[in-house]
């Protein structure tokens, strides 16, 4: 008997616990990106692939790399996600161009500091 009190007390404090865990968690904003974001809005309503999907293809093309800044432009009448992204142990950044519709890569280029 005394051993289902025990068991009965710690779910209740568990459930507790996780109620009020779940309501502080909720009322939190998501974290701000640990990098430079320029990423217009009326720009950011015409895009087909997320910053995020294209942060991912970004990343896969530069093994290793660190996002350092991102923008959301139109260059030569196509809509791009532009990152920089640092390389530990390397100078300079590579940046990497998507298109935001279609997801594909349409620069890479070294940039020195």
């Known amino acids: 008997m005394k051993n ?3 068991t009965s007390i710690t779910l209740g404090l568990l459930a507790v616990l996780s109620m009020i ?3 502080g968690l909720a009322g939190q904003q998501p974290a701000a990106p640990a990098y430079k974001r320029e990423v217009p809005a009326e720009l950011l309503a015409q895009t087909k692939i997320s910053e995020d999907s294209a942060r991912t293809i970004a990343l896969k093309r530069i093994p ?3 996002v350092k800044a991102l923008e959301l432009e139109r ?3 196509r809509l791009i996600w ?3 992204l640092a390389v530990a142990g390397k100078p300079g950044i590579e940046e990497v161009e998507v298109d935001a519709l279609t997801g594909k890569i349409v620069g890479v280029a070294h940039e020195k500091s």
């Open 75 to 77: 260059e030569h009448g």
């Open 4 to 6: 289902r009190s025990i």
């Open 64 to 66: 290793g790399g660190a």
């Open 21 to 23: 865990t779940g309501r």
């Open 82 to 84: 532009s990152f920089d």
